[in-house]
């Protein structure tokens, strides 16, 4: 979200009234608001965002509360709309002919709607993955059942960047590789890159940006600094986070796994340094509230985190005043959106202080009709919601039990 509105969220002092979190467990915790005294919930995302907790809370008993966008308008999700297109079906059903009498299954991102999460059910099994644990996810499939075909979608560079670390994985000494998985060693990974594929047909508009150009930018400018990488990204970005890891000086992975590694880069070493944030731009509300209570606690006297977010050169407005240079703001390009922020979502930025101000007042003043126009409608019918509940439920078992059921591998 846009950090002003993350900023004067976190201020707020209701307890457990305000949850800043993912898109699985924003639905989750609307349950919980819900059963703790709360009489409505505004969702701050995107419009699978709030359907999903929509449905979740009718699933649960919870059909009398409302649940509220900021916005009347379409907020979509580039990533979410690539799972509801024909091609993905299409995709899914040629992988299951393909496999033939083989066991496969199909891992699909978290970020997806219940009808598409459904729907892949119906055509292969399907497990839900988040970005901190796809890799975790392939390698136990792989170690529970060696022969299966795993596909992966809809997210066309993380399944690229999947296939970029089991390839690298593949040629490390067997005792590296444990250390990812203790089933496995470089025979087992060779049969799993035989065994997986990904949908080349589905990207988030925020991590494309992440291209060549920016890439050029931050190996000319940037070379001492820390590189990280979200699993979402184009190959050229993601490759150069690998290489950096192998320096120790970068890594890959969720946006939880890009902040726990910028904090205990600032705990190990009371050294400034810089970092290279490849992911969007809204982290950077908690990554620096996070950062400036790790240096209170654990920084030098005068270290310092400088965080910088790439962009291409083609993307700065440079001015003819040559004492000026660069004019603030940016065009659109590489590494930057059209309404001028870099890196930055502008679907989730339709979530606005404004937006959310309006419907407090309007619940505030009793106008009914009107808050009707932002209410969010359950268009899910339940046995849609059974069906898209199934491979979270099988993710959520990993979580916690650290392999799979049985039943995740069949259909019904």
């Known amino acids: 979200m846009d950090a002003e509105l993350q900023g004067a ?164 000494p067997d005792e590296e590789i444990k250390k990812y998985h203790p089933a496995h060693n470089q025979k087992s990974i060779a049969k799993l890159l035989n065994n997986f594929s990904y949908f080349k047909n589905g990207n988030c508009v925020v991590h494309h940006m992440f291209g060549e150009n920016v890439v050029k930018n931050i190996r000319d400018n940037y070379d001492d600094a820390y590189i990280t990488a979200h699993f979402e990204v184009p190959g050229p970005m993601f490759q150069l986070a690998m290489e950096k890891i192998q320096k120790n000086s970068g890594t890959v992975g969720s946006t939880s796994d890009i902040l726990n590694f910028i904090l205990n880069k600032a705990k190990s070493s009371n050294e400034s340094f810089k970092v290279v944030l490849g992911t969007e731009s809204g982290m950077i509300t908690k990554l620096s509230q996070m950062i400036q209570k790790t240096l209170k606690e654990h920084g030098g006297k005068n270290q310092t985190v400088e965080v910088i977010f790439p962009v291409s050169n083609d993307a700065v407005t440079v001015s003819s005043n040559k004492k000026l240079g660069i004019v603030p703001g940016v065009r659109g390009g590489e590494g930057c959106s059209t309404e001028g922020g870099c890196a930055s979502c502008p679907y989730m930025k339709m979530n606005t202080i404004d937006g959310l101000l309006h419907i407090v007042e309007m619940l505030e003043e009793g106008k009914t009709e009107e808050l009707k126009k932002y209410e969010v409608v359950n268009k899910i019918p339940d046995n849609i919601v059974d069906k898209a509940l199934r491979p979270i439920f099988a993710m959520r078992y990993f979580q916690k039990n650290k392999e799979f059921p049985e039943w995740a591998f069949h259909s019904n």
């Open 9 to 172: 969220i976190t201020a707020c002092k209701t307890p457990n009234g305000v949850f800043i979190a993912d898109s699985l467990a924003m639905a989750d915790q609307c349950v919980k608001q819900v059963k703790s005294g709360f009489k409505s919930v505004a969702v701050l995302g995107v419009d699978f965002m709030s359907a999903n907790a929509r449905a979740i809370l009718d699933k649960e008993g919870f059909a009398n509360v409302p649940v509220y966008k900021t916005s009347t308008k379409p907020i979509g999700c580039s990533l979410a709309e690539a799972a509801e297109k024909d091609v993905y079906k299409s995709y899914l059903l040629s992988e299951k002919k393909k496999a033939g009498n083989a066991p496969i299954v199909n891992l699909i991102y978290i970020n997806t709607s219940l009808p598409s999460k459904a729907m892949a059910q119906d055509i292969i099994p399907t497990i839900s993955c988040t970005s901190a644990n796809v890799l975790r996810s392939v390698l136990q499939i792989a170690a529970q059942k060696p022969d299966c075909k795993i596909c992966y979608g809809p997210d066309s560079y993380m399944g690229n960047n999947l296939e970029v670390m089991l390839t690298h994985l593949s040629t490390q």
